[in-house]
């Protein structure tokens, strides 16, 4: 079981993902996701990159692609 108070950082690393491979795919800096898994606040448009890049679809209720 992976324990993390963020949900961005426990959803990464359940999937395997890592954080340099998350900022790619989502289009941010890899300074720009540590702060988010830091728990500071970002733009609306970096919180839906995050959220399409990770696989969920932000219009519906948790569905996956």
């Known amino acids: 079981n992976i324990s993390s108070d963020n949900p961005v950082r426990a959803v990464r690393e359940r999937l395997m993902i890592s ?5 790619r795919m989502a289009g941010v800096s890899t300074i720009t996701l ?3 898994e830091e728990g500071r606040p970002c733009r609306l448009d970096t919180k839906r990159r995050l959220v399409k890049a990770l696989g969920f ?3 519906l209720n948790s569905e996956r692609r």
């Open 19 to 23: 954080k340099s491979e998350l900022a």
């Open 57 to 59: 679809n932000p219009w």
């Open 34 to 36: 540590g702060r988010i």
